[in-house]
Every structure is written in C-alpha cells, then in structure tokens.
C-alpha cells in the first residue's frame, strides 16, 4: 500500500507552517546603552569623544534609575515603621525619651529587608571643640546613596550649666544623642508618649 505524503504546501497546512517558523525567528529586541556603546567602539568612524558622551549618557541614565528606587524603597520602608514610644526616663528634664537602642531594634530589620544600609563618618570637632558633627551615608542596594549631617554641642554640662562629665563622656553622650535623632529624621520617624491619643496605633516600645 503506498501511503499519500501531505505536502506542507497544501492551504490547510500553510498557516500551520508559518505559525512554527514565526516561532523560530528571534524577535527584534532594542539595543541597551551598553550594546550601543559597545558597537560604537567597534565602528572606526566613531571618534573617542562620542564615545565619552555615550557613557556619560549611560551613567545619567543608571543614577536615575539607582535615585528612583532609592526613593520607591524608602518609601515603603517608611510606610512600614510603627511610632515607637518614649519609655526611658530623663531624671534631670523630667521627661521621657526613646533610646539609640530602642530604636535601631524597631527599624533596623525593617530597613534593611528593603536594603538600606548606614554609614557613619567619624564626627568632626568644630571650632574651640565644643561642638561637633555626626554624619552619615544612607545606602541603597540599587547603588544611590545620600549624606545627610547634624550638628550639636558637647553635653558637658547638667540642666544647670555645670560640667558634669569629661570630654570623653560629653563626646559620647552627643553622639548618642545625635545619631538617635539623625535617624528619626532620616525614616521620618514618630516618637510618642503611652497615654497620646491614638488609641488604633500599633505601638513598639523597649521590650
């Protein structure tokens, strides 16, 4: 028995054919920045100048990009921070306040899960040493990353103007100080009392 071949060519087999070879051919894509600078480098009419204007184009492009994401993170990460209550007790002010301690356990997990990261710079002493500087590199997974400062005098005093600690200890309470307030103003974060009048609010205290 010889058995009929179908011909690809007949009319119910023809759309069926350009349907497969449709599916073979590689699609046209554009170019990235890096394949168009990369083939510009290739061609010899090109001169070194455009090629530096190519990259400079690239590298505007990628901080854009880092910037963006930078801020749809911080954004989110914000979002997700809770007001963290004041539990710790000044005895000289009379007023309580939220430790450097307290608030990096609220916030540091939840900046870094949205990959933040901080940098510190050694403070700077300013002028006759009263002073000094606490600053800091915000940095993001995407590559961007902002400085933000915050200056502040030594604490060598008491609430009645007379030294109570050495240099050393002043130094350190200052930096405490400013790096905990550096970092509310950083996520925009929201110190409170237990007894202010937000009863819905999820609270996180020092325990």
């Avoid at 200890?169 to 550096?182: C, I, P």
Wanted: proline share 4%; hydrophobic share 35%.
């Amino acid at each position: 028995m010889i058995m009929e071949q179908t011909s690809l060519l007949e009319p119910d087999n023809q759309l069926e054919t350009l349907r497969i070879v449709a599916e073979r051919v590689e699609k046209p894509r554009e170019l990235t920045t890096t394949e168009m600078i990369i083939l510009a480098a290739q061609d010899s009419h090109t001169d070194a100048a455009k090629i530096r204007e190519l990259y400079s184009i690239k590298r505007d492009i990628e901080a854009d990009e880092s910037r963006a994401a930078f801020y749809r993170a911080m954004r989110d990460c914000q979002a997700e921070m809770k007001p963290i209550v004041r539990e710790s007790e000044n005895k000289q002010t009379n007023s309580k306040y939220a430790k450097l301690e307290a608030i990096d356990k609220a916030i540091k997990p939840i900046y870094q899960k949205h990959g933040f990261a901080i940098m510190w710079n050694s403070p700077m002493i300013e002028g006759s040493g009263t002073k000094v500087n606490v600053s800091c590199k915000v940095i993001h997974t995407s590559g961007h990353a902002e400085p933000f400062t915050l200056p502040g005098p030594l604490d060598l005093t008491g609430m009645k103007g007379t030294p109570n600690k050495t240099e050393m200890h002043a130094l350190g309470s200052s930096l405490s100080y400013l790096k905990r307030y550096l970092k509310v103003f950083i996520f925009d974060l929201q110190l409170a009392d237990q007894d202010d009048d937000n009863q819905s609010a999820e609270w996180i205290t020092e325990e």
